[in-house]
Every structure is written in structure tokens, then in C-alpha cells.
């Protein structure tokens, strides 16, 4: 019974020592911490892109914490999250833009001329430094993946040497618009369904020479849609800064005749099934 | 410092390419081509910003005339290599693969050249005027980068220059540009070297030539007390004509990591720029053409060409007698460092040391296999990096490793890339990771 | 001389990682980078040390004393009082760390307070209870035990870095190929055997 006693009372003793210890040292050691930046954290999608332009996600909700960025600045949260987030910290959403990527070039294997073979790194990078690439084109896209294998969401797919973005998966973080060498990939509203797939600024011959669905600057599809495509010398471009934005009906209207205006869908499903749609088209 | 040249001067690291090819030209002497009709000079191939054109299509031009002027330091004068009318600006397939703008001269068969500008005594003349004459003439340097010799002999003064390194070494395989020169025109050589001298207020002239081109040292020797000149025979090394190792070899002087020659109190300059600066002070006349070699196992005869600015490649490749089979590769400069071309749509510019084609069995296409650490690399770079190391972190994307590791000082000699047994695309590698690494500092 | 066998021992031929296995788990989790690696390092030698330190003293001095005539012996209660002193230090530790170096403290995340049911710093106070060792050579041992897992966590780390960006085949990347590497590590540290 005794033995009994005397273990528990040293226990106590030596717990009790210890506590007394331990909390002169977290008094003396205090860190002030905001709970509310880990609260943001758990509302986050927590993908750690580095699309809000911070390093990471909990950069990015300190920042918010702090009043420096609204919680909309996060591309990848979805209008659910951000709301929960304002709400948790008692401010305003703020205004979300979204954006997705695409990738202006229409120049697979088949309607593009190589004009040497090129031996080295499958890379877009370190391809373009070799005389500019292996591709006559040398505003075009060069095929070789950079950007797929960069993009956090794998959203995009190479298809015949031709990079595409799906867009239900693109979140806009920008990441493959800062690999790409050639800077074929922009960044366009969310929205933007119809794009002129060129991103070549040459004359219309020389464009022509090497590929296939090369924009000529013809302007067809500047007069069917006034207003919604700008045209700078021998290429046009979708006017994204307008609305309404160009629609399905728009291309049809403007009978494209190289086949380098297109809807995304389109796009997609012609590099997908056949590859020479544009003989076929004519 | 000895001026015997049977010293055999070097420095660590370096390879010797196997057969060097310098056998096939380098015995012919510099031959003058015929008049072209047609001439496309390049504006912006020098470092810096580009020239600015002065004249409109439909002026005539004599040969000689400035046609695109200078803008801000940094910049070279361009002029006329003939005499003409100048059709306008057109774009050319430039020597990187990028699409350049040219000025395009209709040749009118006379080659006319303008009033020179008025030769100077150089033994009398300022420095600053010597220096004026030279930014003038458009002179940049003709090996490799073409940096505008006006800023290269204004260095900070801080930096104390006391030597001036003349690179005679033509180090790269197949090249034999210099080496005619030096062996043809040794005065002018000698006194571009003793005017860049008197620029710079140095009494330290050194001329650096591999001791292979014996016939060209002896040349060289000649004259070389007149100027007092120190002629070195250098080791046949390669990367021995790249500045950092040219300055190790003769003086003994490191230059510092990141750093330029200027931070070892050194001038390097090529001996075709020392002899284009000769030209513009003691005759007058403006950089318009340059020696370059023609050459490879598939050109029927290799040789040497007074090229004017503006030749297509194609044709100084049909004054060479054209091809006896298919080119498997076309390279602007020399095999190691020179950069291969996709089209032959490319034209000579100051910088143009050699045309090389080789055939296709020489071009190969290898498949890289994985590293097995044999060190050959590590025993060949010149600068004492780990390109096997480098190779790895890069491939793994690990610029930031890349950059601790000093991937910025790499010369892209291709020394690592040649002696590789696995075949690894080294070069590339370090080209690549150079290029992350710049973009990622401008963010 | 003892304490030089006792030093030799402790780091190289009984190393507590790549002898006794004991410690894994921070070994394998803290590895990646070197720095990390070192941070935690110091943590664990500073936990060692102390909590060596402290136990024996409990062990020699309390747990077996005279109350009133009667002979005590309280060894029963070495493992409760063991982990109940490694849990307090290793409390402090963090308290300590996290106002010192908040950047270390976020590193080592989850694995600094993972020291106190760390098999390592409690085998260290149970090899020296069961060896008799005094107060002063139990400090020592801990000491060096500590020194040891810093030494095994040095070389491991380093070579988790070249790992890192080596051609490792799928199936092996990440744990797989470090556990190797371990493993490997572990059959060199057997040629130290025989020293004493």
C-alpha cells in the first residue's frame, strides 16, 4: 500500500515540476499567431499553383488575412468557396475575372512543314534555342510538351504535335503562358468560345509556304462581325476586350477559308479525328 | 612572359578534337568572288542595339557609304559593301533562326567606292580620336559576339587594363580564316594591335597562335619587335581561343566567376578586328567584307573568301564550286560553337568566320543513354565545372541546383558534349538552364 | 578510456539509426533536404542530452531510495517517467523553436514533436538504465547517440539530394529508393564492428 503511495505522490512530483517548467517557457517563448490565416487555409482548395500570383497557398491567405488581396483573386476556388471565405473573415468577395488559356496555333504534324529534323532535348525551350526550331513556322507551336508537362491541372493534351487546352479543366494560373518560349498561349476570358488559331505576324505568302491554316488576313471574318475581331496587317485576332464576344454563328458567317478561325470545340475535334479536315472543307 | 614561341602556353581542362580539318583550306590563299547582284546586309547583327537605316529605297549608295547609323553606345555603324541602289528592308533568315531585317542593295556591276575618310597617323593621333575613327568604321568584333570594339577599348577606368591579348589561335576545327590572315596580312594585323594598344594606354601586347601554324608565327614575327609585339605559341587546345582561357594561358590571370576580361585588367580582340581597325585608321575604309572559310568534306573546293557583307550563303558556297553530295548539316562558324542552320536562306555578317557543311555520315544523330560518371566531361571543361552534374539537375529541372553549381560561367564550348561516351546533349542542357535562369531573374 | 569506447560506440559502431535501427521514422521523414535534416539534428541531440541527463539522474537518485528504514523501488516506473520527461522536453523544444526559427519549426512540421515518442531518445535512457551507467556517463552516451543519428542523418540526407535528381526507374522513386540507399548505408556502418 505504501509502495503504492509513494509511486503516485513521486509521479505527481515530477509531473508537477515539469508543468511549472513548461509553462515558464511558454510564457517567456509566446509567438502571436492569427488563427484566421489556418481557418482560410482549410477553405482552399489547397492546389498550391501559384495562379494568385503568391507562392503558395498560405501566402496567399496571409495576404487575405492582411487585406492585401480579395479571397476572388484565387483562380482555382470555385464562387462557393470564395463566398465561405469572405464570409468566414467578414469581407467583401471582390470581383472574379475568370480566365482560361488557349493556345493560338493550329499547326499540328500534317498542315505544318518541318523544315530540318531536329536531334536533341524534347523540349520547347531548348528547341527553340537551336535556330529557332525545327518548325518553318517560327511563331508557332512547337510541339514538344513544355507546357503538358508543366500544367498542375493537366489540362493539356499534345495531339499531333499540337498542344490544346481543355477548357473545363484550365483554371487560368498562368503557368504554361510563362513555360511557352514562342508565347503562343494567352490568356483569354473564360467565356471566349470562338479564336483565330494564328499566332504569326508575317506576310501572308511567306505564312502560307509553310503552313496550311495560316490566318491570311483576309478579313472575312471582320465583315461578317464588325467590331469583334481587330486586324493587324496580315493577321487577325479575336477583340476579347469586346462583348459580346464572337459566337458559332459568327464563324459560319465568316467562311474562314484556311481554317484558322474556329470555336474551341471545333478545334478540339479536329485535331482529335481528322487531321485533313481542310481539304475535305473545301 | 617569353616571347619564344617554343613555349607551349595552356591552361587546365580542353580537348583535342580528332582531326581537326584545317587541312582542307588551309593552304589556299584568300581569294577575292565576283560581283554579286544582289546584297542583303543584316542591321541588327551585333550586340547592342541595332543601327538605325538612313537611307530610303531608290537611293544610290556607292560602296563604303554608311547606310545604317549607330544608336546610342552600344552600337555599330553599318555601311555599303558595294556600290548600287538600295532596294529597301527585308526580312532574312538570321544566323539564331529568327527571322532579321536586312537592307537589301541592287548591285550596278561598278563597285564604286565613296571618298575613304582621311587616313590618321596613329602614332600621332589621339585616343579619343583613334576611338572615334573606329566607332566610325562600324567595327565590331569578328569572333564570335560581335561587340562594338569602340566599347570594348573604352573600359571603365577603374578596372586598370595593363594588357592586350591578340587571339591568333583559331582553336575551332575546320577554320582557317585567321590563319591566312595573319600569314597575308601581318602588318596590318601588328598595327590594329599597336592602335587598340594606344587606345587602351597599355605597354603589355601579346599575340596568342597555336603552335601548329607555325608559317603564320614566323609571319607574324617578323615585324612583331617593330611594334613590340610579343608573339606566344599556345598549345593546339581546344576551347585555347576562348577569352577566359586565352587569358589564363598567357598571363596566368583568372577572371573571376561571372566576370568579364576586363576584371583581370585584360583586353582580348580578335586578330580580324585588329586588322579592321588597322584598316579604318591608316586607310580609311569602313568594315564591308571579311575573311571567311568555305569549307567541309562535301564542298568541292574548300578555301578561303574575302566575302562582302550581305552574300547569301548559298553563293559563297557556289564560288566554292558547290557540292559533291547532299550536306547532312549547314553551320554558321566552326563545328564545335558554330550554330546549324535550317535554311540557306541565311547571309554573311561581320561575324561570319566560317561556312561549314558537313556531310551526312558526319551528321549522326545519336540517342542519348544514361550517365556512368566516367569524368571525361569533368576532366575536358575549361572552366572546372560538373557538366555531368549539371546534366542530371538540369534534365530533373532543378535550375536552381543548376545555378549553385555555377551553370552561368559555361562557356557552351561543347567540350563536355564531345567527349561524352553516353552521348548526352550536355550543351543543350546548359543552354537551356542559362535560359530559365535569365528569364527567371528579369521576373 | 571508457568514455572514449563509450563515444566510438555511440556514434559509429553502435550508431542508433544504421546499427540499431532505432529512430526511423524522423530519418526517412526529415531527409530531403539538408538543411531540414541538420535543423532536426540539433533538436534530437538536444533532446538526447538533456533527457539522458535527467532520467539518469531520476533513475539513480529517485527511483531507488531509503524512506524511513525501508528500502524503495520504484524501477517499475522508469518507462512512465521516462516518456513523461521526453514528452516535456520535447514540449520545450517546440515552444523554443517556434519563436527561434519559425522557418525550421514549419519544416520540420509534423516530426518535432514526433521525438517524444521517438524510440531512439527513450532506448538511449533505457540502454543506460540497463547498463549501469552514472549520471555523467549516461550524459556522455546521450550525447553521442545524438551525435551519431546527426552523423547517419548528414550522410543520408546528401545523398537523398543526388537521389532527388537521378534517373530512378518509376516503380523506385521516392521511399523505395531511399530505403534502399539505407539499407545499403547501414551494411557500410558494419565495417566499423570490432573497433570496440
Known amino acids: 500500500m505504501n509502495i503504492l503511495i509513494i509511486a503516485v505522490a513521486v509521479m505527481a512530483g515530477v509531473g508537477l515540476a515539469l508543468g511549472i517548467i513548461i509553462g515558464i517557457f511558454a510564457r517567456l517563448f509566446r509567438v502571436e499567431s492569427d488563427p484566421r490565416v489556418d481557418l482560410v487555409v482549410e477553405l482552399l482548395p489547397g492546389a498550391n499553383c501559384g495562379g494568385c500570383g503568391m507562392a503558395g497557398c498560405s501566402d496567399f491567405a ?33 470581383e472574379a475575372f475568370k480566365q482560361k488559356a488557349v493556345v493560338l496555333c493550329g499547326g499540328d504534324r500534317e498542315q505544318t512543314m518541318r523544315l ?21 513556322c517560327t511563331y508557332g507551336c512547337l510541339g514538344m510538351g513544355s507546357c503538358a508537362r508543366k500544367c498542375p491541372f493537366g489540362a493539356i493534351e499534345m495531339i499531333n504535335g499540337l ?54 488576313g483576309c478579313r472575312k471574318c471582320a465583315k461578317a462581325a464588325p467590331d469583334k475581331f481587330l486586324i493587324e496587317g496580315f493577321k487577325a485576332t479575336v477583340d476579347y476586350s469586346h462583348t459580346p464576344l464572337p459566337t458559332a454563328e459568327d464563324v459560319v458567317a465568316a467562311a474562314c477559308p484556311t481554317g484558322s478561325l474556329l470555336t474551341a470545340e471545333e478545334h478540339l475535334q479536329i485535331e482529335k479525328h481528322d487531321p485533313d479536315w481542310s481539304a475535305e472543307k473545301k | 612572359m617569353k ?58 549608295v556607292k560602296k563604303y557609304q554608311l547606310i545604317a547609323q549607330a544608336e546610342g553606345f552600344v552600337s555599330a555603324n553599318l555601311h555599303s559593301p558595294t556600290s548600287g541602289k538600295v532596294v529597301g528592308i527585308v526580312e532574312v533568315a538570321g544566323a539564331m533562326g529568327i527571322p532579321v531585317p536586312a537592307i537589301e542593295i541592287e548591285s550596278d556591276g561598278k563597285d564604286e567606292p565613296c571618298e575613304p575618310m582621311p587616313p590618321l597617323d596613329w602614332k600621332t593621333a589621339s585616343a579619343a580620336d583613334l576611338l572615334a575613327r573606329i566607332g566610325e ?95 606566344v605559341g599556345l598549345k593546339v587546345q581546344y576551347p585555347q581561343g576562348s577569352e577566359k582561357q586565352l587569358i589564363d594561358a598567357v598571363t596566368k590571370r583568372e577572371v573571376p566567376t561571372g566576370g568579364l576580361p576586363m576584371d583581370a585588367h585584360c583586353v582580348v580582340q580578335n586578330v580580324g578586328t585588329a586588322a579592321a581597325v588597322s584598316d579604318a585608321v591608316t586607310l580609311g575604309i569602313p568594315l564591308v567584307e571579311r575573311i571567311t572559310t568555305v569549307t567541309g568534306d562535301v564542298v568541292k573546293n574548300p578555301g578561303n573568301w574575302l566575302l562582302k557583307l550581305g552574300t547569301p550563303v548559298i553563293k559563297a558556297v557556289e564560288f566554292a564550286g558547290g557540292v559533291t553530295e547532299e550536306p547532312g548539316k549547314l553551320i554558321l562558324g566552326g563545328p564545335m560553337m558554330g550554330f546549324a542552320q535550317k535554311t540557306f536562306d541565311v547571309t554573311v555578317c561581320k561575324n561570319t568566320s566560317g ?69 548526352r546533349p550536355l550543351v543543350q542542357h546548359m543552354r537551356r538552364a542559362k535560359a530559365e535562369i535569365r528569364k527567371q531573374s528579369k521576373k | 578510456m571508457k568514455y572514449l569506447e563509450l563515444t566510438i560506440g555511440a556514434i559509429l559502431v553502435y550508431n542508433f539509426v544504421l546499427a540499431r535501427f532505432l529512430g526511423i521514422c524522423p530519418f526517412l521523414g526529415v531527409s530531403k533536404r539538408l538543411g531540414t535534416a541538420m535543423g532536426m539534428s540539433g533538436a534530437v541531440i538536444f533532446v538526447m542530452t538533456l533527457a539522458s541527463f535527467i532520467t539518469s539522474l531520476i533513475y539513480n537518485y529517485l527511483l531507488k531510495f531509503n524512506y524511513r528504514g525501508t528500502e524503495v523501488n520504484l524501477e517499475f516506473l522508469r518507462v512512465l517517467l521516462f516518456i513523461l520527461i521526453i514528452a516535456a522536453l520535447v514540449q520545450l523544444i517546440e515552444i523554443m523553436l517556434q519563436k527561434l526559427s519559425p522557418k525550421l519549426y514549419q519544416a520540420l512540421g509534423i516530426y518535432l514533436p514526433l ?54 526507374p518509376k516503380p523506385f522513386q521516392g521511399t523505395p529508393i531511399a530505403l534502399v540507399t539505407a539499407g545499403i548505408l547501414a551494411m557500410a556502418f558494419v565495417g566499423f564492428s570490432g573497433l570496440c
Not at chain 1, 116 to 136: E, Q, T, W
Not at chain 2, 12 to 24: E, F, N, Y
Not at chain 3, 136 to 161: K, M, P, Y
Open chain 1, 62 to 94: 496571409k495576404a487575405v488575412v492582411s487585406g492585401k488581396m480579395a479571397p476572388s483573386k484565387c483562380p482555382v476556388s470555385s464562387s462557393d468557396q470564395v463566398s465561405a471565405i469572405a464570409q468566414a473573415l467578414g469581407i467583401e468577395a471582390g
Open chain 1, 116 to 136: 530540318a529534323s531536329y536531334n536533341g532535348i524534347i523540349d520547347c525551350v531548348s528547341a527553340s534555342l537551336v535556330a529557332g526550331g525545327p518548325k518553318g
Open chain 1, 163 to 216: 498542344a490544346i487546352i481543355h477548357k473545363e479543366l484550365c483554371v487560368g494560373c498562368g503557368t504554361c503562358v510563362a513555360v511557352c518560349p514562342r508565347n503562343v498561349i494567352k490568356l483569354v476570358p473564360a467565356e471566349a468560345e470562338v479564336h483565330v488559331y494564328c499566332n504569326s505576324p508575317l506576310k501572308a505568302p511567306a505564312k502560307r509556304l509553310v503552313c496550311k491554316v495560316a490566318c491570311i
Open chain 2, 3 to 60: 616571347s619564344n614561341s617554343k613555349d607551349y602556353l595552356s591552361f587546365d581542362g580542353g580537348i583535342h578534337p580528332a582531326s581537326d580539318g584545317k587541312s582542307l583550306s588551309e593552304g589556299s590563299p584568300v581569294q577575292r568572288p565576283p560581283l554579286l547582284d544582289r546584297y542583303r546586309v543584316v542591321i541588327s547583327e551585333s550586340v547592342g542595339k541595332p543601327p538605325k537605316p538612313v537611307v530610303q529605297p531608290g537611293d544610290l
Open chain 2, 137 to 231: 568604321a562600324g567595327v565590331v568584333g569578328m569572333g564570335g559576339a560581335a561587340f562594338p570594339t569602340r566599347v570594348k577599348l573604352s573600359p571603365p577606368p577603374e578596372k586598370q587594363i595593363d594588357t592586350l591579348i591578340l587571339n591568333g589561335a583559331e582553336c575551332e576545327p575546320y577554320l582557317t580564316a585567321d590563319h591566312r590572315l595573319m600569314l597575308e596580312k601581318p602588318r596590318a594585323v601588328l598595327e590594329g594591335a599597336a592602335i587598340s594598344a594606344k587606345i587602351l594606354g597599355v605597354k603589355n601586347i601579346y599575340i596568342g597562335v597555336e603552335v601548329n601554324k607555325t608559317d603564320a608565327i614566323e609571319a607574324l614575327n617578323k615585324h612583331a619587335a617593330d611594334y613590340n609585339i610579343y608573339v
Open chain 2, 355 to 423: 561556312i561549314l557543311l558537313l556531310p551526312q555520315s558526319d551528321s549522326i544523330a545519336y540517342d542519348p543513354s544514361p550517365c556512368i560518371r566516367c569524368g571525361r566531361c569533368v576532366a575536358g571543361c575549361p572552366m572546372g565545372l560538373l557538366p555531368c552534374l549539371l546534366g542530371s539537375v538540369i534534365e530533373a529541372e532543378r535550375f536552381d541546383l543548376a545555378a549553385e553549381n555555377h551553370v552561368m560561367d559555361c562557356l557552351e564550348c561543347g567540350s563536355c558534349a564531345y567527349v561524352c561516351p553516353a552521348h
Open chain 3, 115 to 168: 521525438i517524444t515518442t521517438n524510440c531512439a531518445v527513450l532506448g538511449a535512457a533505457t540502454i543506460n538504465a540497463d547498463s549501469g551507467y552514472t549520471v555523467l556517463e549516461a550524459t556522455v552516451f546521450g550525447l553521442c547517440s545524438g551525435i551519431g543519428f546527426a552523423l547517419a542523418l548528414l550522410l543520408f540526407s546528401s545523398l537523398r539530394e543526388r537521389l532527388d535528381v537521378a534517373d530512378v
